[in-house]
Every structure is written in C-alpha cells, then in structure tokens.
DNA sequence: TTGTACGCGTTATCAA
DNA sequence: TTGATAACGCGTACAA
C-alpha cells in the first residue's frame, strides 16, 4: 500500500489539506459538517496520520530519554513505571537508555536530544553524560533534564529524590535505639553522591549517639546481593563485631543475611540487619528485612511532571525536592544481643 | 542559538548540502579532501544531524516498541535489558511500552507503528493489540513482530520463548522423583497461553507417573507474590495436603513458601516448593528456591536478532523458537514426607 | 470556517 | 566525486 498521506485525504474528502490537518490536531476550529465528511474518508481508508512529518515541522519529537544505569533493579523498574505513566498522559513516549554504568552509552542516549530524536531527559545514572563548558552556567547548556535520585553532585540540577542524609540518619538512630552501638555500614560504591550522603547521615547518627567512628565498620560495597556477601565476610573478620548493619540497598542487605544465616548467625538475635529501599522481595525473605522505603511511584511522578514544566516552557528551579521516606520495621532487626 | 542545518554547513564548507549529507551517511563517497573540510565546520559549529528529517526522507523511525505487562517483574525486565543492547548495536531505539495489562495502552503502543513512530513491535502481552480481519492471513496484516515468553495463541507469529510444556514437565518429573505424588501446582491467570501450556506439562508428567489428577490440588493464581499467599492457603485446606507445590513463577513460590513457614511447617521438609523463572532472589530467599531458569538474555537476543531480521526485510517463518531451560534444584524441594 | 503556499531538515535521483 | 533539485508528510501563517 503507497502510503497515503494527508493530501490524498483531502483530495478524497474535497477538502485542503490543512482542513484535514485540524481535524486531528484542532478539531474545534472545523465546523462539524466537514469534520464529519472528513472523519468518514479516514476511517474508509483507514489513514493514520504520520507523526513522523508532524514532527519535523514542530520541531518536538514527543520522546523523553530515560537514562537509567540497570533497568533491572527493582527501584529502577518502580520508577520508570511511574515515569511512563505520566508520559503517557501528556503525550510523550519513553526512550530506555539502559546504559549498564557505561559512560559511551550514556552519551549515546543524551545525544539523543541534541539530535532531536528526544526532547528531554530524565537522569538516574551518577554523572553528568555532557561536554560542560565551565566559563557558564551549567543550567544553560543543558537540555531539559530531571534527575532522580541524587545521582548527580551539583546544584543547578533540578533533583528528585528522598532525603538520604536524613533516611540514613534515621536509620541508624532506630538501630542505636534498640541499643546497638557497634553499627556497621556497607555503603555504595564510592563515587555515588546518593551513597555518600547516606554514609553522612551515618556518621552524624553515630556522633549524635556518643558513638565513635571505626572505619573497620564501614565497608565498601556495589549495590548488588553478591557484594552484600561478600561485605558481610568482611566484617565477621573484625575481632569486635558488629551487631547491626545498615546496608545502603536491600540486595546487599539480602546478600549480608545469607552469609550470616550461613555462617551460623541468627538474625536478628545475634545480628540485626537493615536495608535500604523497600523493594518488593524485602517484605518476604526470612527473615523479612527492615529497611528504609522509598516512594518509587511519587519519585517517578515527581520527575516527570517536573521535566514536562520545563517542556512546556515553565521555570523551574534547580534544586533537590525531597520525598518522604518511611522505616520499615520488620523481623531482620532486634534488640542489641546481651554482652557475653 | 537558532539550529542550524545541513545546509549551513554546506555553505560554510563551500560544498552543497548532499555532500554534507554524504559525510554523514556514507563517508566512502566522499573524498578526503571535502571530508576533512566538512567535519572541520562541523567540529566548530558543533552541528549534530538532525535524525527527524532523515527519519521523515527515509520512512524509518529508528525505534522498535517493546510492549510488555509489567516492567517491574524481574522476568521482563532481564530480556528487556538485552533487548535494548541488541537494539542499540544495530542502531534502533527502544520505546518502553509498560501497559500494566490494561488493552487500551497496548493498543496505543501499537499504534506507534502505524503512526511511523517505530518500525517493529517487541509483544510480550498475551493478546494482539490490533483489529484484525479474519478473512486474510494474519501474518500480512502485521508489521514486523515477535512475540516473547509464548504470550499469543497462533502459529502465524514469530515466537521466542522456553519449551513450557516440557519446563513444566520436567519440573513436575523431578518432583515425581523424589516421592511425591500429592503435586500441586498454582498457576498463572487462565487465558494467558504461556500458563496453559505449563498446565498441560503438569498433567502429562502425573500420567507419565500414573497419578491420578486431584482438580483440587490445581489453583489459579495471578503471577503476584500476593497471590502466591492466596493459593497456598487454599491448599492448605485441602485434607489430604500435597506435599510438593509447583508455582508457574517465582513470585508465587516466594508468596506460598512464606505462608507455608508462618502455618509452621518446614520447607522441604514437610512440603516441597518449585517455583519457575530463576529470578535474582530465588537464591536469597529462605530456604534458597528451587525453580526452572529461563535464559532471559538469550531470549532477549533472539527476540530482538528476530525483529531486526525482519526489519531487514529477510524472511522469517513464523512459529515458536524454544531456548533451553534449566532445572535449578536448591533447598526448597525435597524428597517426600514419610506418611504418619 | 476554509484554502494557499511555504518550510521543517534530511536523503535520493539524476546529471554534471 | 560532487551539485542541483525534488521529494518525505505535515503544520501554520496568511489570505480569502
């Protein structure tokens, strides 16, 4: 079938193609007998019109890229969901750009939008995957751009993401509270910013507490289960050993319960161990992991509405916004175990 | 900064703009000379080709919609991933289709091809989302298409997926051969093919063993971990309890082992649990899952080398390409309960 | 309310 | 190897 465009249409509907073409896109400013006359020719021959030509001369893809390090991370694929949803409801479809922690990649994906392919991007890996010019604001050389989760260490970018200093913080203060004192951490990756506020809200719970620091405590992971074991070998090495653990995501946490479990450890009589992010799977390990939930679906809701202001034009400030996290307490975390 | 295009590079460069065009698309056409000359201006200006004329000169978007249910299910998510590395090295795009099961958003994503906002269509839904006329063969009213995980009930479609039937066959068979004969199984929703064909490996394994089929004993679930808690409990008011449970995926495993542990009794000791799919945490959970592992990057690549050969234009028969599964037996199954 | 005419940025065709 | 020119399919001033 040579495909038919908006002309054949109208030659058919004895009508301009410009009549046509406010059919579909201002249907108010065509009287109801042409709208009619013209709506039967297209449903006859079934013509759909091609976005491809709208557009080009609209100069807008109707695309947003999203750049997500592992769209398999169940906190990711939360996000994005809600991300897509909003975009659906305002037109606009989604690019995936998984990109796997790979920097090549992420340019291939924000190259995107100066291609025209994507008119904006919302942002969840950890750097910024753009040339900047230092001599001027970075706010200007960008593209619409959201970025979630605190990736990204810098001020003029516009942030979603839940207040890690202040969840870690409260994290810690809960498990200071049922008497621990000997806390560890296994942390993210070192130059992630999310995990560094985390670990700074750590350190401030700790001396808030009276507690000194022990870098032995504070071990360095990479946010995947088969790092939670291996941290957790680490820290039953340290001749005092801990008898909690905050863990900066819940598949390093689930990786820290194994070993225990393994090595013989109940928890949480002997160990108490916490995670971060609630995913879905926390509620039913054994046993169920207390950790720190993150409202995924408003997160993602709250990226994208703020990347569509700034594609319709709208101001918007750069900054974090913060959502609000909640402690979950379940059945992985206890009472500090009586001195021997 | 008021775009600039090819032909500004072209007068800049002293050349027209289709040789401009040329450095681009085909460098080898272009000799030495113009080609350093033209990417000189083109460094300066930092001009970037604009991919929607081409697209709208070319008639091809660059994108394939992957179409799939639930982007939050681990499954899904690992093929997708692979998906998208296939797509990106052969120079395609992903556009993320989540539909959360609903029928209007998969026909929306579907649309996107006739609307020439992608080229093929990646399904993972269990129902075509077009109209289709019942007197022509199926296959030339489709664009280009393949179907994962056997969720469409014809043989006009390209298909990739595991052997269901004999996945759940042999999973069932293990069972057999560890005593048990009290099977259950907790299926997904009725009308999903994929779940059907599992069914049907279940029922040849019981004859192939000479059990006798107990209707009881086969409960309907949703694929949700929820569910999963739903279907144990039904089976535990059976009176005489199975003493192996089959689940058509993970989720459901995780949701009955939990039910079954909080009702006290022992996994595997009193009651065998077999999930299907081998997600991430099937190892991490307590006790670790015994499941059947789908290879969900080779499906991945086949979907996508499938879709793409299409969109090559080389001819791809239609029908179901099976990827070997594999059994993963850890700590969830066992042999049978000693009769009291 | 409708039609005319042009342009969005690129590629393809042909001729030079 | 290069250039001139005409599409690709549509939106939108502007005029009618």
Chains 1, 2 share one sequence.
Do not use: W
């Amino acid at each position: 079938m040579a495909t038919l465009g908006i002309k054949d249409i109208a030659a058919l509907a004895k009508v301009s193609p410009a009549t046509v073409s406010r059919v579909f896109s201002s249907p108010d400013l065509v009287s109801e007998k042409t709208l009619h006359k013209v709506k039967k020719v297209v449903d006859e021959l079934g013509y759909r019109p091609n976005r491809m030509g709208a557009n080009l001369r609209t100069r807008k893809s109707g695309n947003i890229v999203a750049i997500i390090p592992d769209i398999t991370k169940p906190v990711n694929a939360g996000i994005i969901r809600a991300i897509e949803k909003g975009a659906q409801n305002a037109g606009y479809s989604i690019l995936l750009g998984d990109t796997q922690g790979v920097e090549k990649m992420e340019r291939h994906y924000a190259d995107m939008v100066t291609h025209g392919q994507a008119d904006g991007i919302l942002l969840f890996g950890s750097r910024l995957p753009f040339k900047v010019n230092c001599d001027q604001p970075l706010r200007q050389q960008l593209p619409p751009l959201v970025n979630g989760n605190e990736g990204i260490d810098s001020d003029e970018i516009v942030k979603v993401a839940v207040d890690n200093v202040a969840a870690a913080k409260a994290a810690v203060n809960y498990l200071v509270s049922m008497g621990h004192r000997r806390i560890a951490a296994i942390t993210g990756p070192k130059n992630i910013p999310s995990s560094n506020k985390r670990v700074r809200g750590y350190y401030e719970a700790l001396e808030d507490a009276g507690i000194e620091r022990d870098d032995r405590l504070l071990v360095v992971g990479r946010y995947d289960v088969k790092s939670g074991v291996d941290c957790a070998e680490k820290l039953l090495q340290i001749n005092e050993r801990p008898t909690a653990v905050f863990c900066f995501n819940d598949d390093m946490a689930i990786g820290a319960m194994q070993h225990f479990q393994q090595q013989g450890l109940k928890i949480p009589d002997d160990i108490s161990v916490m995670g971060f992010d609630d995913i879905n799977y926390a509620e039913y390990v054994s046993p169920s992991l207390s950790t720190v939930h993150q409202p995924l679906q408003e997160i993602g809701e709250a990226c994208i509405n703020l990347l569509l202001k700034q594609l319709r034009g709208e101001e918007v400030p750069a900054g974090s916004r913060y959502l609000p996290y909640t402690l979950m307490i379940r059945n992985s975390t206890g009472v500090v175990p009586k001195q021997k």
